[in-house]
């Protein structure tokens, strides 16, 4: 959705009769204010764009702070020591933390402190922020990113003090040797792990830390900078030192239209990173749609969360959301093992990131650099010391907290387009999937379901009787997901506007009035006359003072004087504020601020059922629009000089947290409206703790094929920053696809997405898989039928996220680090990735007439892998394929038990009472497998008792499956029974399967065996189904199969 696709609505609508929409239904125009205003502005923009509008957005050279950065890391004598770590300061806060004074050379107090924690996890924080500053700087509350109470703290570490430096060493819980070396000047910081260098901060002494001044000053406040004879030849910061030193903006800055006042002045920071050793990439900083392993742009990495229309592929511009999370794979020199790091920037105000390498490293080897600058708050970063990918994961989840258990049917098939326009045509849709027998969990509606956008409302023309539509939903097992965005309709007879207005909820605006400075005087040398006698003049002689009078010397203009002294004139701090107004969907809007907590609890209250009219208990919320989008902003967003009630504080101080605290303040009303639910929010938005709340999805994608193929880096990015529950659009929102991009985007996105959605924009042809010819939707729906049977795995693995932080889809490098190829190979890296550590997809990316009849397939090395498909099995390496429009290339790891459930029907939830089929799929080498299979109720929080959940370990071993570990029993209403047992990998077909459970034999029925297909290698092996009658409950603790 965005700003032009909107005034081309409002303006079609204006002009003309209600449009004509499916089934006969018909949109009602809300009424505007300004029709005719819009009208005219929409004119231009009645031709669609075709690309994204760059010059809606601002660069790096575009923004000030950014731009002063730049130029000040080009300074002369980079290397001379600016800011310093006072030893004689330190102060132990206990559980391995510390607090030191810091001072700049050109000051004669020191006016930052500084403070270093370690983490028991392996983690190690860092921060600057000022001592007793004019004004107090942004600070995050403590449990809104980093979790409250904090990680636990390193105990009993190691101190030692050296003139340079204090190093710190400890053990991490998983055994990593730690050591943290703060240098004392230039400040820096070296962290290593098990010996081996990870990262320096500030090894290029490209730290900056702009202080508050009072207004228009050059200097911060400090007896030295008070008492510059020169100021302007003082070294101090980017916003003040004398290689010239460009003033554009450090007060008040335009950009395409808009004037941002600064009344507080330059307060930008910045910092840079060098990720040591041998570093074939860098992974992560998402939100971008970019490769995997991240390109080395010109233009740095933007992080300023933003309603980009129509984005586009290969662009390190900025988009929805922000997670400033920066992965690193460090090589191992004399066959050291490779080993990962991970750097994470804590500050949401507008940030940028450039990725650099050492002239002589430009082919990717060597160490590799990153800066980091951001607009204003505190230097806030943490070192994820690893060494192995879990670890990174899981010192990421311990500083920030770890995602909730999503409900199963989350994991299933989303029906959304933007719009089912009536009940009639919610029904047809939810019918004509079970005509076809395709199974889908939740149908969503979009903004026009609302009275005029009035959100909390339903359209009364289209929608009459929500609370039947939503019960007929709910009557066949299946959910509803409405739309609300944060935008509130500026209308008087709208409660929810008129609530947030009273109690002053809103964010304001200034309206900005000027005075003189209270600080500026007259100076001393002010006081030349504006004119003086002319010195070249002399009273002529025949002057009589009798008859001419008394001669007056004539005056000249002074050339010392420097006109009547004014004050300067500075804006007025007390300038009138009123509540800030933008335009969205409705037209005029008001903005709360969910930065305040009791904003955030009137919001979440308007969830209540009763309430909410026409929703129901399985009814759920999509927080679109929460960048927030602002049609008529700057950069179609908020102004960064608007003011948030709470605090204070202003925009630009918190602009990417905007999003995070709008679904955050939804979800905790979801967890109020039915205690013990678990609640599904999807946001758009997104910001460093977003997973503790939120599913997110990547925007609005294009019918593209390479929207497709980056759809892979583009998840993996954002699993790697702990963001698990995510997707992108199956078959892109703008444009259509045809029949062969729709089938490939199925197959991938059902073994790739954890947040399965098909969206589609409110221009484009129906699209639901049935809308197809009959071959499309079959190819469509054995996808469909695919994920729901693998929908055990999914809450399994989903489950390891949930306890343990591991992403649930990722790159392959997490699970194979110590394969060389998985770190830079094109294959490996830009079109695979792992479902947990069971499965492996390779994306198709092209149609079959233009090569995507064949593919280069990596397999990683392990045990060997077996096609998904046929069972065929392969040994590591590379292969080239042929592909079917039936399926893509995907595999499951020799030496997996993989749990299934065969019998697919209309939703998750008509399964739960189903016997599950255990694969198994033997290391050739051993004969043997593990894996695990996790049930609870599938939607609510009862298995946080620690009992009512029913967690497996299988092993397979010399022909026998059995639990190597069983915790928990299975709540009522699920099953925990086994139906079928299959097994690959076999070298003959058996004769006999028995079951024992608690000392009671049963002989199964004779396996039934096949051949599978030989592999590349000519590998053949043998498969067995094993019919397990009477069902197998694996809650019975004691049991065993045997397989002869």
């Known amino acids: 959705a965005s700003r032009d696709v909107w005034l081309k609505q409002r303006a079609s609508r204006i002009a003309s009769r209600p449009e004509e929409v499916p089934y006969g239904a018909a949109m009602r125009a809300p009424a505007v204010a300004a029709a005719a205003t819009l009208a005219v502005i929409a004119a231009a923009l009645l031709q669609p764009a075709a690309a994204v509008d760059r010059s809606k957005f601002r660069t790096c050279e575009q ?540 919001w979440g209250s308007q969830f209540a059922l009763d309430k909410y009219k026409g929703t129901n208990a399985d009814t759920y919320i999509w927080n679109d629009m929460n960048e927030p989008s602002v049609f008529n902003g700057p950069e179609v967003t908020m102004p960064r000089d608007a003011i948030h009630p709470n605090g204070n504080v202003e925009h630009r101080d918190v602009h990417n947290m905007y999003g995070y605290y709008v679904h955050r303040a939804t979800f905790e009303g979801l967890e109020k409206r039915v205690p013990g639910d678990r609640p599904f929010v999807l946001t758009r938005s997104f910001f460093i703790g977003s997973h503790r709340y939120a599913a997110i999805w990547t925007g609005d994608n294009y019918a593209k094929w390479e929207h497709l193929g980056t759809s892979i880096a583009m998840v993996g990015a954002l699993t790697l920053a702990g963001q698990s529950l995510v997707g992108a659009d199956v078959g892109g929102f703008f444009k259509h696809p045809d029949s062969e991009m729709a089938i490939r985007w199925y197959q991938l996105g059902v073994l790739a997405y954890p947040f399965l959605r098909n969206h589609a924009h409110l221009e484009t042809p129906r699209r639901e898989p049935y809308t197809y010819d009959e071959a499309t939707m079959l190819n469509v729906k054995a996808s469909l039928q695919l994920r729901y049977k693998m929908l055990p795995l999914w809450y399994t693995i989903f489950e390891e996220y949930h306890t343990q932080g591991k992403p649930v889809v990722r790159p392959l490098f997490w699970d194979f680090l110590s394969d060389a190829v998985t770190h830079e190979d094109h294959e490996a890296v830009e079109n695979e990735i792992m479902l947990g550590d069971v499965a492996l997809v390779h994306g198709i990316d092209k149609p079959m007439a233009e090569g995507g009849n064949k593919a280069t397939v990596y397999l990683p090395a392990a045990a060997g892998w077996y096609d998904l498909h046929t069972g065929t099995f392969s040994a590591p390496g590379r292969y080239n394929v042929e592909v079917t429009l039936e399926t893509i290339p995907a595999f499951f790891r020799a030496g997996a038990v993989v749990p299934l459930k065969n019998r697919v029907r209309r939703s998750s939830a008509c399964m739960h009472m189903d016997p599950h089929t255990l694969n198994i799929y033997l290391d050739p080498a051993t004969g043997s497998a593990t894996g695990r299979l996790y049930i609870d109720d599938y939607k609510t929080k009862q298995y946080q008792d620690g009992k009512s959940f029913l967690d497996v370990h299988f092993e397979f071993k010399n022909g026998v499956l059995r639990p190597a570990s069983t915790r928990g029993s299975p709540p009522a209403g699920v099953s925990s029974q086994v139906e079928r047992v299959e097994i690959f990998g076999l070298a003959r077909a058996p004769a006999k399967a028995t079951l024992v459970v608690k000392g009671a034999t049963t002989e199964l029925p004779v396996p039934v065996a096949r051949a599978l297909p030989a592999g590349p290698g000519g590998q053949a092996f043998t498969a067995a189904v094993v019919k397990v009658k009477p069902w197998l409950d694996l809650a019975a603790g004691e049991w065993s199969l045997t397989v002869q």
């Open 63 to 602: 923004g000030s702070f950014c731009r002063r950065f730049k130029k000040w890391i080009q300074r002369p004598q980079r290397e001379e020591a600016l800011w310093s770590v006072l030893p004689a300061s330190k102060a132990a806060l206990g559980d391995g933390a510390w607090s030191f004074q810091v001072k700049h050379k050109s000051e004669a107090q020191p006016h930052l402190l500084l403070q270093l924690n370690t983490y028991a996890s392996g983690v190690v924080r860092l921060r600057l922020n000022e001592i007793s500053p004019l004004q107090p700087r942004h600070v995050i509350p403590p449990g809104d990113v980093v979790a409250d109470p904090p990680p636990a703290g390193v105990k009993s570490p190691i101190v030692s003090e050296k003139p340079d430096a204090t190093t710190i060493s400890f053990k991490s819980d998983a055994g990593a040797q730690i050591t943290v070396e703060l240098k004392h000047s230039p400040l820096g910081l070296v962290v290593s792990a098990d010996g081996r260098v990870v990262q320096q901060l500030n090894a290029r002494n490209y730290l900056n830390f702009e202080r508050y001044r009072k207004p228009k000053a050059r200097l911060p406040p400090d007896s030295t900078s008070d008492a510059a004879a020169t100021p302007d030849e003082v070294l101090l910061d980017a916003a003040a030192h004398p290689h010239g030193l460009d003033t554009n903006g450090l007060w008040e800055e335009d950009f395409g239209g808009h004037t941002d006042k600064k009344p507080r002045g330059p307060a930008s920071l910045g910092m840079d990173v060098t990720f040591d050793g041998d570093v074939p990439g860098l992974f992560g900083l998402p939100e971008h749609m970019v490769k995997a392993s991240l390109p080395f742009y010109e233009e740095p990495y933007r992080f300023y969360n933003l309603d980009v229309f129509e984005y586009e592929n290969n662009e390190p511009m900025a988009l929805y959301g922000a997670v400033p999370l920066l992965w690193a794979i460090h090589r191992g020199a004399g066959g050291a093992p490779a080993i990962t790091s991970g750097f994470l920037w804590i500050n949401p105000s507008e940030t940028f990131v450039k990725l650099e390498r050492d002239p002589a490293g430009a082919q990717a080897s060597g160490p590799a650099h990153a800066w980091w600058t951001s607009e204003s708050g505190v230097l806030d970063v943490a070192v994820l010391v690893g060494p192995a990918p879990a670890e990174v994961s899981k010192q990421f989840h311990a500083l920030t907290g770890n995602a909730p258990m999503p409900p199963l049917w989350a994991l299933g098939k989303h029906q959304c387009r933007w719009n089912y326009m009536s009940e009639r045509d919610v029904a047809t849709v939810d019918n004509s999937y079970d005509k076809y027998d395709i199974p889908y969990d939740v149908m969503w509606l979009d903004i026009e379901h609302t009275d005029g956008k009035a959100y909390f409302t339903w359209n009364p023309a289209n929608f009459p009787t929500p609370h039947k539509m939503t019960d007929a939903i709910s009557a066949k097992h299946r959910k509803f997901v409405n739309v609300v965005d944060p935008h509130i309709k500026k209308e008087e007879k709208f409660h929810v506007y008129k609530e947030i207005r009273d109690q002053g909820y809103f964010i304001k605006k200034i309206d900005w009035k000027m005075m003189d400075d209270p600080t500026d005087s007259k100076p001393a040398d002010w006081e030349k006359p504006e004119k003086i006698p002319d010195p070249a003049a002399q009273r002529p002689e025949v002057w009589n003072e009798d008859e001419d009078g008394k001669w007056e010397h004539p005056l000249i203009a002074n050339p010392e004087y420097k006109g009547a002294w004014k004050p300067r004139q500075v804006t007025d701090p007390n300038s009138p504020v009123s509540d800030f107004e933008g335009w969205c969907w409705p037209g005029t809007s008001g903005y709360p601020d969910f930065t305040d907590p009791k904003m955030r609890e009137y």
